[in-house]
């Protein structure tokens, strides 16, 4: 994770000396050609949800729906904002806070289960993976019942503590993978032979060299809880939940104003766009860690 | 017996520091899931089905199995799952690793082409379903919008179809195509990763020995990959299984062209059918179950070996 995630092509290949038969020029274009043609299929919802949002709701219905607006009109993007931002706070409220702790935790039993195991390590660490995978379906309708138990208010304390546990596994996963490749094992074994605890290794050693795990894991959970409909659709309401059930009451509307819903699909959008387009290589990190192996 | 006491010193702290998340796990996970079993044992079925006075909490065995099993419209679901999970998993592969081919060997503007084929994966999958709602619209006549009036336009109204809508069966199939372009970069970017890591050494050696391109992958760079191909299957396997977001936005809930086992979970939750709920849930553990345990028994025995 320190260097590129997915590595440059070797300069083997780069540099391979093709000749430049009639033939290979083709091949060459049609790869070119291919190549955008996929760019431009993979762009089309992108298109219609920025070219959408601003017309106004009358141009929406227009016969032409693919077609640019005449001019620029914020009237979706007004009522959206007026719709989706009081939630915008909350999810925020939820996100942070539950990517830290996650993140946290994630830490700590990275570091023990890579570096300062204990016996019945590994089976301990292929059953928390196992609750990466499951679908959460399997656990909402006890949930449903417990949550209430434990005192915390539906809305945000619930999701950020129901994220929080369910981050648990892929966090852990991430930073294990991760002191795997970066701690040599015989470090800390001298450090034990030194009488360094595990705690004081954790903090002096294992923390200021655990910088690019947190940023992964940190995308990776903001990215997934801000995203989160499952458990948002189940443990919360439009009023007290995260933004994407205000865009879910929107899109459920009977007639649908296009420009306004698409509008704030952009506002729900765009943190984690953001967060993608700043800090690619970091959220690339994530997703190939999610693949078990590193 | 000093020996094991030192060794409990030296490890005891670690397990102490995961103790927390040991919990945690244990209970919001395995604990649940129990709970949850049980449930789907009982009779807490909705008001209208459950007999007055009758218990809610008594155990009726696998009854609401049963019930599950012999609904048409459950089995109707299930088929819509086995549709969608196929044609999902088919259509990802392809395109992340045609996507992989393409790139591998190192193109101009790489860096954008990753960056624009890898976007959908940062979108929530409910607000790209808002816009697929929009894309799959039905309509083919003079009215047509979405996907359909961009073919017309194109000169391809040929490909003009009732999408989802289109079959109660294999209507379905339209609801993978969201699927498909959401989840098609991740897959390439795993392949991606995968042909970059192969030693530039083998390709060397193939190419002095005069193998031909097409041999080249099919015989040395293709087998390297299987791992690869492997996680990239099960991660999508589950994906599929677990497919709901998507479902709920472009189609929503009591869609019989597009329902499937988890908005039917959905559904029978609102109904406060908590028993059936369960039922539904269980079964798809199950699936996922058969699905994943054994990759990670498998990743973890390879581990040891290492």
């Known amino acids: ?294 | 017996m000093k020996r094991k006491i030192r060794s409990v010193r030296t490890w005891g702290p670690g397990l102490l520091l995961v103790s927390p998340s040991i919990v945690l796990i244990g209970f919001f996970v395995y604990g649940l899931i129990g709970w949850s079993a049980n449930i789907s044992t009982t009779n807490q079925n909705s008001r209208f089905e459950r007999a007055a006075g009758t218990d809610p909490n008594a155990h009726i065995g696998f009854a609401n199995y049963a019930h599950l099993f012999s609904s048409p419209d459950f089995i109707q679901s299930l088929k819509h799952l086995g549709i969608l999970a196929v044609i999902y998993i088919a259509g990802a592969l392809f395109f992340g690793m045609l996507w992989a081919l393409l790139l591998e060997k190192g193109v101009r503007a790489e860096g954008l082409f990753r960056t624009v084929y890898l976007f959908p994966m940062a979108v929530s999958m409910f607000a790209s379903g808002v816009v697929w709602n929009w894309l799959l619209n039905s309509d083919t006549g003079a009215g047509a919008s979405g996907l359909n009036q961009l073919f017309e336009m194109m000169g391809l109204g040929f490909l003009k179809n009732h999408w989802w809508v289109s079959s109660p069966t294999w209507g379905i199939a339209a609801i993978a195509l969201p699927a498909i372009w959401q989840l098609s970069g991740y897959i390439m970017a795993l392949f991606l990763a995968g042909f970059r890591g192969i030693p530039s050494e083998l390709r060397e050696a193939a190419r002095i020995d005069g193998a031909s391109e097409y041999k080249l992958y099919r015989y040395v760079l293709f087998p390297q990959l299987s791992p690869i191909a492997l996680s990239a299957l099960i991660i999508l396997g589950h994906m599929s299984l677990k497919m709901f977001d998507i479902i709920m936005a472009i189609s929503g809930e009591k869609n019989v062209y597009t329902s499937v086992p988890m908005v039917t979970m959905w559904t029978l939750t609102g109904q406060q059918d908590f028993a059936r709920a369960a039922a539904v849930a269980m079964i798809l553990l199950v699936l996922v179950a058969l699905l994943v345990v054994p990759y990670l028994v498998h990743n973890a025995r390879q581990e040891k070996n290492t």
């Open chain 1, 1 to 294: 994770m320190t260097t590129d995630v997915i590595p440059a092509p070797a300069p083997s290949e780069l540099h391979r000396k093709v000749v430049k038969t009639p033939r290979a020029k083709v091949a060459r274009g049609v790869k070119y050609a291919l190549l955008i043609f996929f760019l431009l299929v993979v762009l089309i919802p992108a298109y219609v949800l920025i070219v959408t949002s601003f017309k106004s709701f009358g141009e929406a219905l227009s016969p032409n729906r693919w077609a640019l607006p005449h001019g620029l009109s914020l009237e979706g993007w007004s009522a959206a904002w007026t719709e989706l931002s009081p939630a915008l706070g909350r999810t925020l409220l939820i996100a942070i806070p539950g990517a830290a702790i996650s993140s946290m935790l994630g830490a700590m039993n990275g570091f023990v289960l890579s570096r300062w195991r204990f016996p019945g390590a590994n089976v301990i660490f292929t059953l928390m993976l196992f609750g990466m995978f499951i679908p959460y379906q399997a656990v909402m309708v006890p949930l449903l019942e417990f949550l209430p138990m434990t005192g915390l208010q539906p809305g945000v304390p619930q999701l950020l503590a129901v994220h929080v546990v369910y981050g648990i596994p892929i966090c852990t996963l991430i930073f294990r993978n991760y002191y795997q490749t970066i701690i040599p094992k015989e470090l800390i074994e001298s450090g034990k032979v030194d009488g360094a605890g595990l705690i004081r290794t954790f903090r002096s050693l294992v923390l200021p060299l655990s910088v690019p795990g947190f940023v992964v894991t940190m995308i990776w959970q903001f990215t997934s809880i801000w995203n989160d409909y499952l458990f948002a659709v189940f443990l919360s309401s439009k009023d007290n939940g995260p933004v994407i059930l205000g865009l879910a009451n929107l899109a459920g509307s009977q007639i649908v104003p296009y420009p306004e819903v698409f509008a704030g699909a952009l506002l729900v959008t765009a943190p984690t766009l953001l967060v993608y387009i700043v800090l690619g290589r970091w959220f690339v990190g994530g997703l190939m860690a999610g693949a078990v192996k590193s």
